[in-house]
């Protein structure tokens, strides 16, 4: 586990197989998962933190949920849409504080990326997944424009200074950069037009 700050640390994306960057944070009943990864590897590394977990889910791509049957959490909190695939576990619709001896908030992420994203803020860090990311659409990597806006507004009420930013090799980002690169994409959108290409 690599450490941001005294209660919250991550677990490494992986590309064989592909598991995504796992959040923890340490409350003081509980072990915060955001996302659980898809490696056996990651699954044993969570299994051995010696508190009760409680994961979130940031979207249903399985590189960031197929190991969930393996880590015996006791609740996960996703979005109605990742309920869909998950088949259990409790919704969230709107914003939710928690208070495990440190603040959390889980909040809906409008993303491009995927339907149904969270995002987890603590400790002034803001667990964001892939919701920042763009999505393919016939063989191109474009945001749809609108969401793209929603996303921006989303990030910019966010008191977090550092964005935690899956499969990205820096992960933690400062919060100012993410959104200035995010505003460059957004600035290209031609008129009239839904989607914006990016290259990648
Ligand atoms: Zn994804």
């Known amino acids: 586990m690599i450490r941001l700050s005294e209660r919250v640390y991550y677990i490494k994306a992986v590309e064989e197989p592909l598991s995504a960057d796992v959040g923890v944070v340490f409350g003081d009943r509980a072990a915060w998962?955001?996302?659980v990864g898809n490696s056996p590897a990651?699954?044993?590394e969570l299994k051995g933190i010696g508190l009760p977990?409680?994961?979130v889910l940031s979207h249903f791509h399985p590189d960031h949920t197929g190991g969930l049957g393996d880590i015996a959490a006791e609740k996960v909190y996703l979005s109605a849409y990742t309920r869909k695939y998950i088949g259990f576990g409790d919704t969230v619709v709107e914003d939710v504080y928690i208070n495990d001896g440190i603040e959390l908030r889980i909040f809906p992420l409008p993303s491009s990326h995927s339907k149904g994203a969270l995002g987890l803020e603590t400790q002034g860090f803001a667990f964001l997944g892939d919701g920042i990311y763009s999505m393919q659409k016939g063989g191109r990597n474009v945001y749809n424009a609108t969401l793209l806006k929603d996303t921006?507004?989303?990030l910019k009420r966010l008191g977090a200074k550092t964005f935690l930013l899956s499969h990205d090799p820096q992960y933690a980002c400062p919060r100012?950069?993410?959104?200035?690169?995010?505003?460059?994409?957004?600035?290209?959108r031609r008129k009239e037009e839904a989607y914006i290409e990016i290259k990648e």
């Open 42 to 44: 990651v699954s044993a």
């Open 176 to 188: 100012d950069e993410v959104i200035a690169w995010l505003e460059e994409i957004c600035s290209r």
């Open 152 to 154: 921006l507004d989303c």
């Open 33 to 35: 998962l955001y996302d």
């Open 53 to 55: 977990k409680i994961a």
